[in-house]
């Protein structure tokens, strides 16, 4: 079976995705103290080590263990699939879409592998503007997720425009 450009380009930002994420987590687990936080860019970017239980900011982490088991494992591994299934599918989506399904997808993959490997997802990066603008700590796969999503909206802004 010969694989075209685009899809090797999928699977390849899916693997990279995966990639950059794990490796990162290993480092922070082999190299930050849990609980631990130390300023990388001032107060504006700095390093942290904790497990997350839950999903986006935690929530969900107080949730029982068959509700955790269905909403953070087995219900984003369907959603994955489809997604990933659709991409390979839809051949009119542009290069920008593809890119971002991927790294959406690639993300997705990299913290469902975290909560099946260790029952938690290592978060480690957190910035702050100011008291105000500030996020959570998050990881590299859902920085993924959200760069994926940012580009689908504007990708879809794009279209709308034309």
């Known amino acids: 079976m010969k694989l075209s450009r685009r899809s090797i380009f999928i699977i390849v930002t899916i693997i990279l995705t995966i990639a950059l994420d794990q490796v990162s987590k290993i480092i922070v687990r082999a190299q930050v103290v849990a ?37 953070l494992l087995i219900l984003p591994v369907v959603v994955l699939g489809f997604v990933l299934r659709y991409v390979f599918k839809d051949m009119s989506l542009d290069n920008w879409s593809l890119f971002a399904f991927a790294s959406i997808i690639g993300g997705g993959i990299a913290n469902v592998y975290d909560r099946f490997a260790y029952g ?43």
């Open 120 to 162: 938690s997802v290592t978060d480690f990066l957190h910035m702050k503007l100011n008291d105000t603008l500030r996020t959570g700590i998050f990881n590299m796969a859902d920085l993924s997720v959200t760069s994926g999503m940012i580009i689908l909206v504007f990708v879809s802004f794009k279209k709308k425009n034309l």
């Open 35 to 71: 609980g631990s936080q130390k300023e990388i860019i001032g107060e504006l970017l700095s390093l942290h080590n904790v497990e997350n239980t839950g999903a986006f900011l935690g929530m969900g982490s107080d949730l029982n263990p068959t509700l955790k088991l269905i909403l």
